[in-house]
């Protein structure tokens, strides 16, 4: 396992552009995402993203010529993570989008270190669930109702609320596997990632070939859902996951899980600049309320670090708690 611990920290000035891109690739991913549902199904949209990210992968192991070695059993757990991580989230979140804004998705998608918090506390009983973490999970689900504004039954999105939340769950599982199946599988981040989301991409290919044919113009250099699908792969998908990792060994995991924060932001003003999408004054209040969820169910909590699992768009592999 490729260390993520550093015993002393970089200058911000060397960490920080890399944070911003991070941010970036992962919060324009809810635009994409958008983009791709305009011609692909959601699971055509979510088998995209990865086979093109497996692509940029393989180039980047290849140039590096770090490739891994894995058994048949770590394959095995690196396949069951990558259905937690790279594989059900990459369906569930275009189908949410179909129903919610990307400003939306984005805002319940940074819940997703309430759920590791959850699963930590049920599936690892030697990490103790305190008390403060116990009040942050409750903090996180009030937040949670607020930020759907769920008090309003003709304006409130079951479906596309529910799909993204099942989501976020699922990368709390993943997180969770990850730091129970795969502490002993020594491989870079890289080849490991690309592991990972090439079985997911192999896993997840039947299902988007049955899940009915692109609508017209769907491969069309001149269509937007094509162009949406290839950024999910290249910047989503590899590109901003390499960048988290590199202010990881640079900076941190704290810091560098912060991304966790600022990808909802990049989103946002996404949302609202490019695709017409309007802010409900309730909708940051929530956030603001996940958030303090987030960081009461954090507290006292050991956080080893986690194997360089791929890293799903906003929620980062290592704990983001």
């Known amino acids: 396992m ?28 809810f635009l994409f995402i958008k983009m791709g549902l305009e011609a692909f199904t959601p699971a055509q949209v979510g088998f995209g993203r990865l086979l093109v990210g497996t692509v940029v992968l393989v180039a980047m192991v290849a140039f590096s010529r770090r490739w ?21 989230p990459m369906v569930l979140i275009p189908m949410a989008e179909q129903d919610i804004t990307s400003i939306l998705a984005s805002l319940l998608n940074a819940s997703t270190p309430l759920w590791t918090a959850l699963f930590v506390a049920l599936l690892i009983p030697a990490e103790r669930t ?39 769950a699922f990368y709390g599982i993943g997180g969770t596997l990850s730091r ?22 192999v896993m997840l290919a039947p299902v988007a070939v049955l899940s009915g044919a692109p609508g017209e113009g769907a491969f069309s250099p001149t269509g937007s859902a094509l162009w949406g699908v290839l950024a999910l792969g290249v910047i989503g998908t590899s590109f901003a996951y390499v960048m988290f990792w590199k202010v990881v060994k640079l900076a941190g995991a704290t810091t560098a899980t912060s991304v966790t924060f600022l990808v ?24 603001l309320v996940v958030f303090a969820g987030v960081w009461l169910a ?10 360089p699992a791929a890293t799903p768009p906003g929620a980062p592999s290592v704990d983001v708690a």
């Open 2 to 29: 490729t260390g993520a611990v550093v015993t002393h920290h970089a200058p911000m000035r060397m960490w920080l552009p890399s944070l911003v891109v991070a941010a970036l690739g992962w919060g324009s991913s």
């Open 298 to 307: 954090g507290r006292s909590r050991p956080k080893p670090p986690l194997p």
């Open 264 to 287: 909802p932001v990049v989103a946002t003003v996404l949302g609202i600049t490019v695709l017409g999408e309007s802010l409900q004054w309730y909708e940051p209040v929530g956030a």
């Open 130 to 168: 305190t008390r403060a973490q116990l009040i942050g999970l409750l903090v996180g689900a009030v937040g949670i109702a607020v930020l759907v504004g769920a008090w309003d039954v003709r304006e409130f999105s079951l479906r596309g609320t529910v799909l993204m939340l099942i989501a976020t």
């Open 68 to 88: 891994p070695h894995f058994s048949g059993k770590q394959l095995g757990a690196i396949a069951v993570v990558g259905v937690a991580m790279s594989g059900a």
């Open 180 to 201: 129970m199946l795969l502490t002993r599988v020594s491989a870079g981040a890289a080849g490991l990632s690309m592991t990972q989301v090439g079985l997911s991409a």
